[in-house]
């Protein structure tokens, strides 16, 4: 099991001995109530064991906790899916990724995307897409397929024109200026921004540089739904699929909502960097 995922189970059982403790119940008597072994008690809340859930429900029923079995359930079914190593997932190249994007969206209504210094992989035009493939193939050592996942990335992009779903994307000013490729290049998908957020489906917010934050800036994240979260990072990808935890995101997102610019204001910020391309 990778560090993270242990990690995570070691906070699950954190969490499992936390509700024991306040049923006033000793790990003997958890044990006994449950019919297993105290070791398999003790294994458990230190992370030394993996959990089912039907140990999940037992030990639920067992401290009067019922309510906390949904949430729980669904730490146990995604702590060994939880991380997911950017060298596997891009083992064969980019397209692997890009088609798990589509699959998702496939699935999706209501999107909330935050990318504080990158434009979203949905609004990007084709040359953009693929500078940033480009470092992806060359920071991960990983088959040259940039063309292909170019490709994929912008057949995501029929989503923006049908269905009934909903796109909420807060960007960081600094996407604007964050430099991929050429003038040229950078140009084209500020114009490709403009373009888009006049579609009905789409909500396009950006946060000023110097506007008053309600939250710190995080990892860029999306959330699919109600149902689950991706956060990028440099190393892996997390996907959380908590309620809890897709709660915080989904407050996350409020709050910086709050702290974005819309419409009209939208424009003048992009093309203040078109201006600072031309300068």
Not at 47 to 68: A, L, M, P
Request: charge should be positive; proline fraction near 3%; hydrophobic fraction near 40%.
């Amino acid at each position: 099991m990778a560090n993270q995922a242990q990690e995570a189970r070691e906070v699950l059982g954190a969490r499992l001995r936390d509700l024991r403790r306040e049923a006033g119940l000793t790990g003997r008597a958890l044990a006994a109530s449950a019919g297993w072994q105290l070791s398999k008690v003790s294994r458990i809340e230190h992370g030394k064991q993996n959990v089912s859930e039907s140990d999940i429900r037992v030990w639920c029923r067992t401290v009067g906790t019922e309510k906390e079995i949904p949430d729980l359930i669904a730490t146990v079914r995604h702590i060994d899916a939880m991380w997911l190593e950017w060298r596997r997932m891009f083992a064969s190249g980019t397209k692997r990724r890009q088609q798990r994007s589509i699959d998702l969206y496939e699935k999706t209504k209501v999107f909330r995307v935050y990318h504080p210094t990158v434009v979203w992989g949905t609004i990007q035009t084709a040359e953009y897409a693929a500078e940033i493939l480009r470092q992806v193939v060359d920071f991960y050592e990983i088959p040259d397929d940039v063309e292909e996942g170019v490709a994929k990335r912008m057949e995501r992009q029929q989503y923006l024109y049908r269905g009934d779903r909903r796109y909420n994307v807060i960007l960081g000013e600094q996407a604007l200026y964050t430099r991929f490729g050429d003038a040229n290049i950078m140009r084209g998908q500020l114009d490709r921004l403009l373009a888009v957020m006049t579609l009905p489906r789409l909500s396009l917010g950006i946060i000023p540089t110097k506007a008053a934050y309600r939250i710190w800036p995080g990892n860029a994240f999306t959330t699919f739904d109600d149902r689950m979260v991706m956060v990028e990072t440099y190393s892996a990808e997390l996907t959380v699929t908590q309620p809890r935890e897709i709660a915080l995101y989904n407050r996350a997102f409020s709050l910086l909502q709050q702290s974005a610019l819309y419409g009209k204001p939208v424009r003048e910020l992009i093309s203040d960097a078109l201006d600072d391309l031309d300068g």
